[in-house]
């Protein structure tokens, strides 16, 4: 026999090993089974296995699996697990490496949970534009919760700590069990009656059995249909219910909703002060600054010395009797001239031209006149008869009854008519 | 009664007028009136803070009416 033929053990687990892990049927799988020898392990590593009526198998769920677990483990417990299978090489033994497990019973739960709250999303009851705004000052809240217990003491005791001027009103409520959801569904109906400014509706934490009423479809309608403004504050941290999708606000704790639904007087007060702060450094900055301008407005020259307005107009008018002046004494200057050049004149140097000047003129006139005078014609022995003053050219216009009065050249003769003779045209010729 | 809206509206109205006098372009005397309201605010403000009642804590008993309701702690 040839020795190098035959493996060791743990080439051999190895190779099974590899082969597990290829498979990737093995790499996810959903087993349903009931918990027996289970071991929690100091390390929090927890080591169980699984059965049904015919079969086991070994089971392995590390500490950082293992402490999101929402229930203890103990044998006998029908759960749904969803993990990996493997070979753990030092044994030879497959397992299954656990990383989720849930009790069997909740299985169904969740499930349900699942299918409304898709729904509900369908719908539209998630979306965030239907969610109303928490008012920043509350006057009057009111809480859907058990009367007992942590939750109500944590809400109350935030509140109080936070913002004691607020008032609360409690609408003490089943959070837990079969009837639990439409009691919840009764109180809130109920608070809408009173003038509250937000609504806290919620418990403490627990399984997701305790917490069920929160998923039912009754109190998320109610939550939605409520006008109040809704905080939901459903368990732990960690837990997330039908409510908290629905409600206008989710708070993670009973204590976390008080705190979103109360201001926190300190802030308030401080906020005060610093609006009072910005206000009195806000009106001094604006007095300051209106001062300011003020003087530099006073400061300006017109009013510091008005006079300098009357220097401006002072001075105006000096240059205009100035320019005055000037003008006068050149029109007197010229007018002198004038005069000067007017004395000079040859006239006036030597009137007599005028004089003479106007008897040659004279002269000469009356030579025109002599020539055009009728009466020269007197001179060479004509004569002009007149008869009442009126110059007779033809027989016809005289009067035989007056007498004549003819000027000579040098005299008038008075004559009176004896006899009148007309002379035919031919003869007068 | 709507105690808290009052407060809420003061504060808001208070809000509003530090914004306007901060951007200034407001006239002397609005201003000087403006502050002095907001003055007023401000302690009518304070003195709801500050006139802390104790915590009124109520609960709806089964025939419906409002009863005091203290934490048994």
Not at chain 1, 193 to 218: A, H, K
Not at chain 1, 290 to 313: A, C, G, Q, W
Not at chain 1, 338 to 363: G, R, W
Not at chain 2, 55 to 62: D, G, P, Y
Request: hydrophobic share 40%; glycine share 4%.
């Amino acid at each position: 026999m040839n020795p190098s033929k035959y493996l060791t053990v743990s080439a051999i687990n190895k190779y099974l090993k590899v082969q597990f892990e290829r498979d990737e049927h093995l790499q996810c799988v959903f087993l349903k089974g009931e918990i027996s020898n289970f071991k929690g392990h100091t390390t929090g590593h927890l080591y169980f296995s699984l059965k049904d009526e015919t079969s086991k198998i070994n089971a392995i769920m590390f500490q950082s699996y293992a402490k999101r677990l929402q229930f203890s483990p103990t044998d006998g417990t029908k759960v749904l697990v969803m993990g990996r299978i493997g070979i753990y090489e030092a044994t030879g033994n497959y397992q299954i490496y656990v990383e989720e497990m849930l009790e069997d019973g909740v299985g169904n739960l969740y499930i349900a949970y699942e299918k409304l709250k898709a729904q509900l999303q369908k719908e539209g009851l998630f979306d965030s534009s239907h969610k109303k705004i928490l008012p920043k000052y509350p006057n009057r809240i009111g809480i859907v919760t058990a009367p007992t217990g942590a939750a109500i003491k944590d809400i109350l005791s935030t509140i109080k700590r936070r913002y004691p001027i607020c008032e609360t009103i409690l609408f003490p409520s089943l959070v837990q069990g079969d009837n639990a959801a439409n009691d919840i569904v009764r109180n809130i109906k109920k608070a809408e009656q009173y003038d509250l400014d937000v609504l806290i509706v919620g418990r403490g934490g627990g399984s997701i059995e305790d917490l069920w009423p929160f998923n039912e479809e009754v109190v998320a309608r109610a939550i939605y249909d409520c006008p109040i403004p809704i905080i939901s504050a459903v368990g732990h941290e960690i837990d997330f219910t039908i409510a908290d999708f629905v409600a206008d606000h989710r708070a993670p704790t009973p204590t976390g909703a008080a705190e979103i639904a109360v201001p926190n007087l300190i802030d308030v007060q401080k906020y005060i002060n610093q609006l009072k702060i910005r206000l009195q450094e806000a009106i001094y900055k604006d007095i300051k600054y209106k001062s300011l301008y003020l003087d530099t407005i006073k400061n300006s020259f017109v009013l510091k010395t008005p006079m300098v307005l009357f220097e401006n107009r002072q001075q105006q008018i000096d240059i205009i009797n100035e320019k005055l002046n000037q003008l006068l004494l050149q029109k007197i200057d010229y007018c002198k001239l004038k005069l000067d050049t007017m004395k000079n004149h040859y006239l006036l140097k030597n009137p007599q031209q005028l004089y003479i000047e106007a008897k040659k003129q004279l002269k000469i006139i009356i030579d025109k006149l002599q020539l055009v005078n009728p009466l020269n014609i007197l001179n060479r022995g004509y004569s002009l008869t007149y008869q009442a003053n009126k110059i007779i050219k033809v027989v016809e216009d005289i009067d035989m009854n007056k007498d004549l009065s003819i000027k000579i050249s040098n005299g008038i003769i008075e004559a009176n008519i004896v006899k009148v003779e007309e002379i035919k045209d031919e003869e007068r010729n | 009664m709507k105690k808290e809206t009052k407060f809420e509206d003061n504060l808001a109205e208070l809000e509003k007028i530090v914004n306007e006098l901060e951007n200034g372009e407001i006239d002397l005397d609005s201003a000087i009136e403006k502050y002095t309201k907001a003055m007023h605010l401000v302690k009518e403000c304070d003195d709801k803070l500050k006139r802390v009642e104790a915590q009124v804590n109520k609960m709806l008993n089964e025939n419906g009416e409002l009863e005091d309701f203290e934490v048994e702690n």
